[in-house]
């Protein structure tokens, strides 16, 4: 810069100077707004934990441990014990698994390396798609088409054939835990199917082309890609499970809701969040409300962990690629 | 398949003790006995069949029931359409007709809450974890919005319940919006960044080049340039919103009058549907069948929309 031009504008200078620590200052308080704005998330988020904490716990001081160990619910005499639904959300979960493992896997597969190309993509945006029908309505589904059809045709046929077992004792209602299985297999298989879908599309192609490049027959080749992409599968079953334990509406439309255990699967249960779905708006007493306060309590710990740990297999097994543990 | 002999391999061994120091003469290639290529054997490639059909019978399976479940709903739900279905009230038990139009406006009012009080958070921390987010408050906050965007609608309710409804001292559309708000969050805030990072690195050097202080670059080129993203990302977590019921169960608790009130109980479609559903009426389980195809075709709509823009613009 010249003399002449200094001496010419010195006052254009200092604004100069005046304008860059402004806009120093601006950036900086942009940037703080936003932190306050990310901080909040997770203030909202610590904010749900304390409440419920802070709500479960007449129920906690109450009850301690034993209120994960006992069967005994009865609001009128104040006694309450979560273990019916603890079992009742791992029968219908663990139900839900053995429907959908199978099944997801085999429909992924397809979609990542069998199917034509076109093919694939769009049956793969179709069942995204039904990803997104509400929960409510896989609800009256299974409550007016699936259980009729459970108690007319499936039910007596198991009693009949496998009654023998304790599992398929009982009588046919159509509504319970088999019902409940099923409507979640269905609920979660879109999840399985498109995240492990998405991790088999992010294996390299060498694996399989050396697999067949050695004599393998096609079958072999899948078993090799679908032996590295294990981690990110079974990160998308859990992800599943993690959806599978926190589902209400569905559930509570078919499950049938006692607190009895039964070791039937025939007999109608109740899971952590269909008792809380079912009972929050009717609990009259303060230790009623605080003990499904900490149902939820529990219910928001198991799928945290949950949650938690299959994110971290899908992105440890793509690479962190957050696109796909993030969709999920 | 040819035969894999490899020539080079002839050719790099030396061809004996006594040739050292003699320049490599022309590679004495033993030509390999003609082999006889035997493809899998039997139980191999019935084995290979078995496992093909299976996945092809797996992929029928999966997408049987859901095609079942969308067939059942036309059939059973398209006989309960009629224009009095969408602007009438409903009726009281036994009169039969009666529609579900407060629940509409409901869900709508509802919606709307939600996006209002989701939408300005999720996108600041949107924006602040792809312009900033590489320190640790940004892993923290990605954290917590995985978190929670795994916790059950149930217990997001639960927690609203104790924030909103207890003080208030009643069931709310408010306390329902919050909910819902709490439960779009996530995925607006995630959508966001991914969609803010894929603004190419050339926008903000331009920017930054003629001089914008990094505020403006910002708010003037990479969200404009990110917009069409945003909103896709703002759709998507409404749609996901919308279609919930287990959260407004003790929130926004349910009406069968005309309400906009912010501090009264209001109606919604999915609660809707959970009470006609349950009810020992016929006319009134026809009537949750109809609701709940109206409510599939609002959710899928926009979620079909929104993911079909989404592919066009940044193919995720």
Not at chain 2, 58 to 85: D, M, N, Q, R, T
Request: with cysteine.
């Amino acid at each position: 810069m010249s003399a002449t031009s200094l001496a010419a504008a010195p006052n254009g200078a200092a604004a100069r100077v005046r304008g860059r620590a402004l806009a120093r200052f601006a950036d900086a308080a942009h940037r703080r707004l936003l932190a306050l704005t990310a901080l909040s998330v997770f203030a909202l988020v610590a904010l749900i934990v304390i409440e419920i904490t802070r709500g479960a716990l007449p129920a906690i001081q109450a009850f301690g441990w034993r209120f994960l160990a006992v069967t005994d619910w009865d609001p009128v005499a104040e006694h309450f014990g979560a273990l019916p639904y603890l079992y009742g959300t791992a029968v219908s979960s663990a139900l839900a698994l053995l429907f959908a493992l199978p099944l997801g896997v085999g429909a992924s597969v397809y979609l990542a390396e069998l199917a034509p190309r076109r093919v694939g993509e769009t049956l793969s945006f179709v069942i995204e798609l039904l990803a997104s029908i509400p929960s409510i309505v896989y609800g009256v589904w299974g409550m007016f088409v699936l259980a009729p059809f459970l108690r007319v045709a499936i039910e007596p046929w198991l009693i009949a054939r496998l009654g023998f077992l304790p599992l398929f004792r009982g009588y046919p209602f159509g509504i319970g835990m088999l019902n409940a299985g099923i409507v979640l297999a269905i609920m979660i298989l879109p999840t399985i199917v498109s995240i492990s879908r998405a991790v088999l599309l992010a294996m390299p192609r060498a694996l399989r082309e050396a697999a067949l490049a050695l004599g393998a027959t096609r079958a072999e080749a899948i078993g090799v890609t679908l032996d590295a992409a294990r981690p990110g599968i079974l990160g998308a079953v859990i992800l599943a499970l993690g959806r599978a334990l926190g589902e209400t509406m569905a559930v509570t439309m078919v499950i049938g809701n006692t607190n009895r255990v039964s070791a039937s699967l025939l007999a109608p249960g109740a899971t952590m969040a269909s008792v809380i779905a079912n009972e929050f708006t009717e609990a009259t007493s303060r230790l009623h409300l605080a003990a499904l306060i900490e149902i939820a309590l529990v219910l928001f710990a198991f799928t945290v962990v949950v949650n938690a740990a299959a994110r971290l297999l899908v992105l440890w097994s793509t690479g962190g690629r957050r696109d796909i543990a993030g969709a999920a | 398949m040819t035969s894999p002999a490899p020539p080079d391999e002839g050719a790099a061994r030396p061809s004996g003790t006594g040739a050292r120091g003699t320049p490599p003469g022309p590679p004495r290639v033993r030509r390999p006995a003609p082999l006889r290529i035997r493809g899998p054997s039997a139980a191999r490639r019935i084995n290979n069949r078995a496992v093909i059909a299976l996945c092809h019978v797996a992929a029928a399976l999966v997408v049987l029931p859901l095609l079942l479940i969308v067939w059942h709903l036309i059939e059973k739900g398209l006989g309960g359409l009629s224009l009095a279905f969408f602007t009438h009230l409903p009726k009281p038990v036994g009169e039969p007709g009666g529609g579900v139009a407060n629940a509409i406006v409901g869900t709508l009012v509802l919606a709307g809450l939600a996006a209002l009080i989701a939408v300005p958070v999720g996108v600041g921390a949107g924006l602040y974890l792809a312009e900033y987010g590489d320190g640790r408050l940004g892993a923290l906050v990605r954290y917590t919005a995985d978190v929670l965007s795994g916790v059950p609608s149930i217990v997001v309710g639960v927690a609203a319940y104790g924030l909103v409804v207890v003080p208030m001292g009643r069931f709310s559309a408010l306390a329902g919006g919050v909910a819902l708000g709490l439960l779009m969050l996530p995925t607006i805030v995630r959508s966001t960044e991914e969609v803010v990072r894929l603004v190419p690195r050339s926008y903000r050097e331009a920017a930054l080049g003629l001089g914008a202080p990094r505020w403006r670059m910002i708010h003037s080129v990479v969200l404009p340039a990110a917009s069409g993203g945003v909103v896709t990302a703002c759709l998507l977590g409404l749609a996901r919103a919308a279609g919930e019921t287990a959260p407004l169960l003790f929130t926004a608790l349910g009406s069968r009058f005309w309400t906009l009130a912010l501090d009264r109980p209001i109606a919604s479609l999915p609660v809707y549907i959970y009470d006609y559903a349950r009810a020992p009426y016929d006319d009134w389980n026809r009537q949750a069948w109809a609701a709940a195809l109206v409510l599939l075709l609002l959710v899928t709509i926009l979620s079909a929309l929104v993911r079909l823009a989404t592919r066009r613009m940044v193919r995720v």
